[in-house]
């Protein structure tokens, strides 16, 4: 089994890494189960799911924090966490990035969005200064206790400044020594080319896959062609879920059963089986007689 401790060795090699979205431990273990080697932790989906709003910023370091433990509690996968804008300031970043680390998070992602930040995807962002910007990885740089904790900087300045404008704050966060960058929601493959081009030969860079985003969808194989080395779809296991929900309560709702759903989903044994139930109370019996 992978560990978080590995990540870094992973991004070592040619191969792009796909990581699934996820946004709580049941959803970190069914990815798990499915063979996925790295997952992420999406700033947006926790939004979705646990306050049932939009990625306007809205989420907070605990309840991202508490998300995090929950899930690296249950699974040994390395887990890449959405850590927005770090909270705040340079000095909220480093609060942000020792709390995450302590949680178990295996790559600590931070963007240079103004607060209150909004979906990468949604029109109206805004970006800070590089400089305050700069100022912020740093700190997040000295604030992290191991080698093995990566730190991702992100840019969304392309929809704000432009390509060339986005390309060149990555070129700044670089120097600046972070491990991964993300230049969001490039729009045509002729600008993905671009930042590959002038980036991918010197550090890993990310790539997000939003259905019905800006970024034309492409499968992580030839994104990793291109010459990415992470492929995320963060949104899209929120997405699939709440269009199965929908068709489940429509259905609830209209027969007054779950008769014509159980094709479609697990019975109480089969979840049962899934999150390992017998082996937690076998495991408890070891303890029930005090000796």
């Known amino acids: 089994m992978t560990t978080p401790h590995t990540l870094r060795t992973r991004l070592a090699e040619p191969r792009a890494l796909l990581a699934p979205g996820i946004y709580d431990a049941l959803s970190a273990l069914v990815a798990e189960q499915a063979g996925f080697e790295a997952l ?82 949604l029109q109206g962002k805004g970006v800070v200064p590089v400089a305050e910007m700069c100022g912020k990885l740093r700190a997040a740089l000295d604030a992290r206790t191991s080698h093995e904790t990566l730190i991702l900087a992100r840019t969304d300045a392309l929809a704000v400044e432009g390509l060339e404008a986005a390309l060149a704050r990555a070129e700044a966060y670089l120097a600046c020594g972070v491990d991964a960058l993300f230049v969001e929601a490039l729009r045509t493959p002729a600008q993905i080319d671009a930042a590959c081009a002038r980036l991918a030969a010197r550090v890993p860079l990310l790539a997000t896959m939003v259905e019905g985003g800006q970024t034309p969808v492409e499968s992580a194989q030839a994104l990793g062609e291109r010459g990415f080395r992470i492929v995320i779809f963060p949104g899209g296991t929120a997405r699939a879920v709440a ?35 017998p082996g937690v109370l076998e495991a408890g019996m070891r303890y029930a007689d005090g000796s």
């Open 243 to 277: 269009h199965t929900l929908q068709g489940y309560y429509a259905s609830l709702k209209a027969h007054g059963s779950t008769t014509p759903w159980r094709e479609r989903m697990l019975d109480f044994d089969g979840l049962n089986a899934l999150i390992g139930t």
């Open 40 to 121: 992420y932790l999406s700033g947006a989906s926790i939004a979705y799911t646990r306050l049932g709003s939009p990625d306007i910023g809205l989420t907070t370091f605990s309840e991202v924090t508490d998300t995090l433990a929950h899930i690296t509690e249950r699974v040994r996968v390395p887990v890449i966490v959405d850590a927005d804008t770090g909270f705040g300031n340079a000095l909220n970043v480093q609060r942000t990035v020792r709390g995450l680390e302590r949680a178990g998070a295996a790559m600590i992602q931070l963007e240079d969005q103004t607060f209150p930040k909004r979906c990468g995807h």
